[in-house]
């Protein structure tokens, strides 16, 4: 197969939509709230300078980032968002011939920047409680695999890693094979027993540590994201970077929005509380609910998902589907989730002979 043929047999990256002016839109993952106003007054001050390029090396924030964590200015290592940052990892650790071994369903986007980078992507199937299996993981590892994504919590299912399997899957991994630990729905975990990244990062040295701005701190079009690795590591990433990939709006409202982390956490707090909310909702009517430590729920709605989609658009509401496995529902508004509700509540009721309208919860 022709190297044009491999690109032509990816599927595209599917971004969340949403038809119709009074949409409800929560197919994307996003903040449903807008930038803290002292980060758009910062950005404003820069909206007459981009007839110039940014600073390509991002000092100022990626020093920032390194005070913020504990860490040196060269450990850090930023793109356009978390997932470019994943990209520059593929990049810097593997080619044709080398394999990239992640957790499936997790981040779609995982195997398309495997195969764009040239090597091989291995997915390792969720247990049957929609967590990373760690052993299956660990036994998939051969003399070709050169880097391995963990997403926790993981995008879709809500689901988290925790230290202690962490440390045992760590000790049967090669010293030369780099894992990286995706946090980008790190500030929406409230489970106490999670692994850290970072202090992961710390303990072993071919750990990375990706986070975003784009979810908790409601910068996703804005573009910026970070690694926290060894020196090593992360001047490999720079190495691969796309110049100039992080405009200087992104990295001054990044900068802000370090400033004023105690506005940040009012509005997390929030989205946390919606989460309970709508949780527990879609319970009592009788979904099948994933626990989740994001900003969205898993509902395992297997072959009956093609019809709760139909009914959630005919409402206005837009979830991300995947035909035959689930629906992730981002966490909206207050307003939003409450229309939402309502659809699925509808969809429930008009349910017929569908096991997953009859299902309990679990």
């Not at 593929?90 to 992640?102: C, Y």
């Not at 975990?189 to 990062?201: I, K, Q």
């Not at 071919?206 to 573009?223: C, H, P």
């Not at 207050?334 to 429930?348: I, V, Y």
Request: charged share 25%; glycine share 6%.
């Amino acid at each position: 197969m022709s190297r044009r043929d491999v690109v032509r047999s990816l599927p595209p990256y599917k971004q969340g939509a949403a038809e119709g002016p009074d949409a409800v839109k929560l197919s994307s993952n996003e903040n449903p709230y807008p930038p803290l106003p002292s980060v758009v007054a910062e950005i404003e001050k820069e909206l007459g300078s981009y007839n110039r390029y940014p600073s390509m090396g991002a000092v100022e924030i990626r020093t920032a980032i390194a005070e913020r964590f504990g860490v040196t200015t060269d450990q850090v290592a930023v793109g356009a968002g978390s997932v470019e940052v994943a990209t520059q990892l593929v990049h810097a650790t593997a080619g044709l011939g080398d394999e990239v071994i992640f957790a499936w369903r997790s981040f779609e986007a995982y195997p398309i920047i495997t195969v764009v980078g040239g090597a091989t992507p291995v997915r390792v199937l969720l247990t049957a409680d929609l967590h990373h299996d760690l052993d299956a993981m660990a036994a998939a590892i051969t003399d070709r695999t050169r880097l391995i994504l963990l997403c926790t919590p993981n995008n879709p299912t809500g689901t988290t890693l925790h230290t202690d399997e962490v440390e045992r899957f760590l000790a049967r991994v090669p010293e030369d094979v780099i894992v990286a630990i995706d946090e980008a729905y790190i500030h929406f975990n409230r489970d106490a027993e999670s692994v850290s990244g970072l202090e992961m990062m710390r303990r072993h040295p071919n750990v990375v540590n990706l986070q975003t701005f784009s979810k908790a701190y409601g910068l996703a079009g804005l573009r910026i994201g970070f690694s926290i690795s060894s020196v090593e590591i992360a001047e490999d990433l720079r190495r691969v970077a796309t110049p100039f990939a992080v405009s200087d709006l992104a990295q001054k409202a990044a900068l802000a929005s370090l400033a004023h982390e105690d506005e940040l956490e009012e509005r997390v707090a929030k989205i946390v509380a919606e989460r309970s909310r709508v949780t527990a909702e879609l319970r009592s009517q009788g979904w099948p609910v994933t626990d989740s430590q994001a900003n969205f729920v898993w509902l395992s709605t297997g072959d009956d998902t093609a019809r709760i989609d139909e009914v959630l658009r005919s409402h206005g509401v837009f979830a991300r589907c995947w035909q035959s496995e689930g629906i992730r529902l981002s966490i909206g508004s207050p307003e939003e989730n409450d229309r939402c509700l309502a659809a699925f509540a509808l969809a429930r009721v008009g349910g017929g002979n569908s096991p997953f309208a009859r299902a309990g919860a679990r």
